[in-house]
């Protein structure tokens, strides 16, 4: 299995950063994995197309509003997932929504598209997250670990 | 009686920007641009470490990283007196030059493009026309019928799925789309190869910034790359030589397909070089600095009021007083607490929300002066600064370029066509084709230098009290600066004037517009409720309004609105 595990969000705007801090959680927690790239993919676009391209799977990580609980986590498959980032219009108008789209159009998209949103609080301008989402970023972050390995890939904590 | 358009959000561009036009008899005869996103990296800079900043700027925005990154180096740099070793200029110029090319490129094909080419109507051409219209513009090699009708095919499978996504916002079959079938099949087919040569160019930055998006290897005081001619893991020469051969493929793409795109698309739209001029006050600033005080540039750059090549006025370096001394901002007409009209380094940003007031307050940017008068900033801007200057390269571009659109429409087309909206992505074109040639060199300097010296840093130092600092960078979208105040090593007061403050500039103090909405006075507009046209113009300034606010909204799914209302007079 080739995987793409990519967070995606902005830092500077509080839980808006939870996707990316995720990411660090999981480098943290557990060793480096042959063919699974583990990517803070930022507020980026269209220059994240080549970290797709032969991919059997992709796993995203953001912050999704669905009315839920603060650090509520929620998981999308399939279909649901770019047709969840193209009913938003969101100020980041380059986002992952046309880098899956255009991904698409190459034939580059991964078969297997998963997404594990968190329920944001706060989205002011500020680094520190809120604590409920703080509190899912560990979780979300084993979350991953437990896709990978119904993927067939064996994810092994770092020593303590 | 008049019609007011409301465009909210802008598709196609960064961030949140809010476009009002008033039309009347099928012209607009007023036009607002509103920001819509308050960005407050000043908030979370203060108290920090100088050193770091570059970290939290690179994540203003999702598209700019690297040049936020450079910006706030050159900054602090400033700040201290700082000298750069002369590899870590080079590697630094690479990168901006690569990302600048990157940059161009995408905008042209992916942002902007479809403005001008129809993407239905692709699908109707002819590959065999097709190719013959590719091959007399130029030697590209993948202008053949093979894949001309492979791209299409490829179109038709995507269109055919329903999922337009990345076409979806498109005014297909609007009637001031103008191309046939072929040229729009052959701009498509470039499109889809636009996207392989992007990563091309992404490659050089992952190469020499050590990741991307978010590059590593900056410092201030240099860069972080170890210099190691044989081993591996640093920048060797194996490296370098795959770094060269990556220039090639996307100097060939700039050079036999963007540029000749730009020109055809130019000649068959001609009548766009009457529109959209707007503000032609001009600034940019000198950039890929080769000695290590930042004094002598590859590129020059400087201020051009009211279109006047002979009037030019250089920009001399990064302590330029001119430039240092010439910038003010206003918030007479931006949601901030009060009516100043200040420098960047005497700002305080209190947001005040009002709600849109055509007469008050509007937007979130704040409106920039240049020696008091509103700047169009951008490679429009930096192209005429060039050819002002007699910068060779630039001019052997241009003149090509206007002479090939000249053959190509029929008629002569000067230097003076490139004010207007077709022209900006002319003058874009040819920057990229500079750039592409600014990269080589500063490729050759590299691999000359790191013969002589490997340094690439110089550890700064920060003294007791306070020192000030501007970081000027002439960035894809246009001059950007990064204004720091330094106490005792920390900071204490950080702005950031971006590009897009400067074009998408509300009114300023004197109630002057800024360069978008000049540039819309005048525009035609065929459909009221289709403004293919207001996009065309704002789109051609390649708007970024460096936000990146990154969540998925279940609840409010907003849609795109386009509202035309009778006004009465």
């Known amino acids: 299995m080739n995987v793409l595990v990519m967070g995606i969000g902005n830092l500077l705007l509080q839980d808006e950063g939870a996707g990316v801090r995720v990411v660090e959680e999981f480098g943290r927690r557990f060793l480096p994995i042959p063919g699974v790239h583990v990517l803070d993919g930022g507020t980026s676009g269209i220059e994240l197309l080549s970290y797709l391209s032969g991919r059997d799977a992709l796993i995203l990580l953001d912050v999704v509003k669905g009315g839920l609980p603060a650090g509520a986590v929620s998981r999308y498959e399939g279909e649901e997932v770019p047709a969840l980032f193209q009913q938003k219009i969101s100020p980041h108008q380059l986002g992952i929504s046309d880098l899956l789209a255009t991904a698409r159009l190459m034939g580059e998209l991964p078969a297997k598209v998963v997404l594990l949103g968190i329920e944001p609080q706060s989205i002011g301008t500020g680094l520190e997250l809120t604590r409920e989402v703080a509190r899912s970023v560990t979780t979300v972050a084993e979350q991953v670990a437990a896709e990978l390995w119904q993927m067939g890939v064996p994810v092994l904590p770092r020593p303590a | ?569």
């Open chain 2, 1 to 569: 009686m008049s019609t007011r358009i409301t465009i909210d959000p802008v598709t196609r561009i960064e961030g949140h920007l809010r476009v009002d036009c008033e039309i009347s008899g099928g012209t607009v005869t007023d036009a607002w641009a509103s920001g819509q996103m308050w960005r407050g990296i000043e908030v979370i800079l203060k108290g920090r470490d100088p050193r770091e900043a570059w970290l939290f700027t690179q994540r203003i925005c999702g598209v700019c990283t690297t040049v936020h990154a450079i910006a706030s180096v050159r900054a602090v740099e400033n700040a201290l007196n700082l000298e750069i070793p002369l590899n870590a200029q080079y590697i630094r110029n690479m990168l901006i030059a690569a990302h600048a090319i990157q940059d161009h490129i995408v905008h042209f094909y992916h942002l902007s493009a479809l403005d001008w080419v129809d993407v239905t109507s692709a699908l109707k051409g002819d590959p065999k026309k097709a190719a013959a219209l590719g091959q007399g513009l130029s030697s590209w090699h993948l202008n053949s019928v093979q894949e001309l009708a492979k791209a299409q095919e490829k179109l038709k499978v995507f269109v055919a799925s329903g999922q337009l996504g990345i076409f979806a916002n498109g005014y297909w079959g609007h009637p001031a789309m103008k191309l046939s079938p072929e040229v729009n099949l052959l701009a498509c087919t470039h499109y889809l190869q636009a996207l392989e040569v992007q990563r091309r160019a992404n490659m050089i930055i992952s190469i020499l910034g050590s990741k991307t998006p978010h590059i590593q290897n900056l410092a201030v005081g240099g860069v972080a790359n170890p210099i190691n001619t044989d081993s591996p893991s640093t920048l060797s020469v194996e490296r370098l030589l795959y770094v060269k051969s990556l220039i090639d493929e996307v100097g060939d793409f700039v050079n036999n397909v963007y540029l000749p795109d730009v020109c055809a698309i130019g000649a068959f739209y001609s009548d766009w070089t009457g529109y959209g001029a707007g503000i032609k006050n001009y600034l940019s600033v000198p950039e890929f600095p080769i000695d290590t005080k930042g004094t002598v540039f590859e590129l020059p750059g400087g201020y051009l009021p009211n279109a006047a090549l002979g009037q030019f006025k250089p920009i001399t370096g990064f302590h330029d007083k001119y430039f240092a001394e010439g910038v003010n901002e206003s918030i007479k007409h931006a949601w901030y607490q009060g009516d100043w009209d200040r420098h960047p380094w005497q700002e305080e940003t209190e947001p005040h929300y009002t709600d849109f007031q055509d007469r008050g307050k509007y937007s979130w940017v704040k409106a920039p002066t240049f020696r008091g008068a509103p700047a169009q900033v951008g490679p429009l801007a930096n192209v005429l600064a060039l050819y002002a200057a007699g910068h060779a390269p630039t001019k052997k571009h241009a003149e090509k370029a206007l002479s090939t659109v000249s053959s190509l429409a029929g008629s002569r087309v000067g230097l003076d066509a490139l004010h207007s909206t077709i022209g900006r992505h002319a003058a874009r074109a040819i920057r990229a084709a500079v750039l592409h040639e600014t990269l080589e060199k500063q490729w050759t300097l590299l691999v000359q230098n790191i013969g002589k010296d490997t340094a690439t840093f110089n550890r700064p130092e920060f003294p007791k009290g306070e020192i000030r600092g501007v970081g000027m960078h002439e960035a894809p979208r246009g001059v950007l600066s990064h204004w720091v105040v330094i106490e005792d090593g920390k900071i204490k007061n950080y702005q950031a004037v971006v590009p897009s403050t400067w074009n998408a500039s509300p009114r300023n103090s004197k109630d002057q517009p800024g360069p978008y909405e000049a540039s819309l006075r005048g525009t035609p507009v065929a459909q009221a409720d289709k403004p293919l046209e207001v996009l065309r113009t704002v789109h051609s300034f390649d708007p970024c309004l460096a936000c990146a606010i990154h969540l998925v909204d279940k609840e409010h799914p907003e849609a795109i609105t386009v509202t035309a209302r009778e006004v009465p007079e």
